[in-house]
């Protein structure tokens, strides 16, 4: 159902996100989603290191110089620093964003590697490759499940809607239908759809849930040279287009999806980092075993990843970080306009962020989730969750 194409091991992460949303819990499913999602967090970051460099030195040969970033503040600073011409538009954008830098979202995290090229003495930002953290992937994927679920829950309102005109003996287009009774369909349809959860009834889904820009890189090319890349990816073996889409308006950038077969080799040439070992240790792994994990996890992996590449010239570069299509705000109308809010949808969301936080703590087990999706949860409760996750005590006042 949930495919994060980004990542290896795709079907045993779906079983397990299934499972979770029944309430099912096996019991090596600490260890092996703690596996999953940090080898995968290694595997994307090398991966992306190499098809970056090559992609960047390619369109831009000579010294290439780069920067790791941790916050959106930094990628602003140098987009209006490192400029390559300035037009009006330019002018304006540079000038309202040193006025009031405070309202451009600069602390947004942001996990990225800066790429830039000399030309002519100067110094120019040409794009960035990134990886969503782990809170936006589990957003996006709370999101996707929910819209899916919210169209199931409406095509069962519906067929509550057509036994209705049946009993009556009408055409359905004639039932007339008052905003209460409507509601109350929906709430049935949404009962029904709980009780098959609770019932661990699978979902009948025709087509999985996509999750394709885990991994992306952002390029920088002025008009003119915009098919420079299109030929490259061309005579990159390793690499294949799978879709392309064209934003026109508002956000103006090209879009496409790159189907990339990441060399193993090249992957497992060094052994895991501090920090990963650091991680797998408090999960029960020496440093020799999670090395030889590690390397099974990608050999047994699947052949191919998808990667997103944002193509845009400077001045709509600008726009999509600090003008009229902002990322951020994007992101808060993207979240304003989610139809379905009901306690569903923020337990799958509560349920997608710990599956994908879980990792990141030191706890060995998980013999019951903390979630269920048919239970009504304050976000109070939630925040006790991630305390009682990491650790954190708790501000009692009880003695």
């Keep these: 159902m949930i495919t994060i194409a980004s990542y290896l091991h795709r079907n045993v992460l779906n079983d397990i996100i299934l499972r979770w949303m029944h309430d099912e819990v096996h019991p ?6 703690s596996r999953i999602i940090t080898f995968n967090n290694v595997y994307v970051c090398r991966y992306m290191q190499a098809l970056s460099q090559k992609i960047f030195s390619e369109l831009h040969p000579g010294d290439l110089q780069t920067r790791k ?19 009006p538009r330019v002018h304006e954008l540079i000038r309202l964003y040193h006025a009031r830098p405070e309202d451009y979202y600069r602390e947004t995290p942001f996990q990225a590697v800066l790429y830039f090229a000399r030309r002519g003495g100067v110094t120019e930002y040409i794009g ?21 679920i919210f169209s199931d829950i409406k095509q069962r309102a519906e067929t509550l809607a057509d036994e209705r005109a049946r009993n009556l ?4 287009e004639q039932l007339v239908t008052a905003p209460e009774q409507m509601t109350e369909e929906f709430l049935r349809a949404e009962s029904r759809l709980l009780e098959d959860l609770r019932s661990s009834r699978p979902f009948q889904w025709r087509d999985p849930v996509m999750i394709n820009d885990v991994a992306g890189i952002k390029l920088v090319l002025e008009d003119a040279r915009q098919d420079q890349l299109f030929s490259l990816l061309d005579r990159m073996e390793d690499c294949e287009v799978v879709e392309e889409e064209r934003h026109r308006g508002k956000y103006n950038a090209t879009n496409i999806l790159l189907r990339y077969r990441p060399s193993r080799e090249d992957i497992l040439a060094r052994p895991l ?19 030889r994990a590690f390397t099974d996890f990608v050999r047994q992996g699947e052949e191919s990843v998808h990667v997103e590449i944002i193509l845009s010239n400077y001045e709509d570069m600008m726009e999509s970080e600090i003008g009229r299509s902002m990322h951020e705000e994007r992101i808060i109308e993207q979240r304003r306009q989610q139809q379905y809010r009901g306690c569903l949808a923020r337990n799958i969301e509560y349920l997608m962020v ?18 269920k999706l048919w239970n009504r949860y304050l976000p109070d409760y939630f925040d006790e969750v991630i305390k009682d996750l990491f650790r954190i005590p708790r501000n009692d006042l009880l003695e």
């Design 28 to 33: 090596a499913d600490a260890s092996v989603i």
């Design 69 to 87: 970033t941790l916050r959106k503040g930094d990628l602003k600073d140098i987009v209006v620093s490192h400029y390559p011409y300035r037009s």
């Design 128 to 148: 960035s490759c990134r990886i969503k953290r782990v809170r936006r992937l589990a957003e996006k994927a709370a999101r996707k499940i929910i819209d899916r």
């Design 169 to 172: 003996g009408i055409p359905r």
């Design 273 to 291: 980092g501090d920090t990963t070992l650091a991680f797998m240790r408090a999960k029960g792994l020496s440093d020799e075993e999670a090395d």
């Design 354 to 371: 710990y599956l994908f936080t879980f990792p990141a703590s030191s706890q060995q087990q998980l013999t019951e989730l903390p979630i």
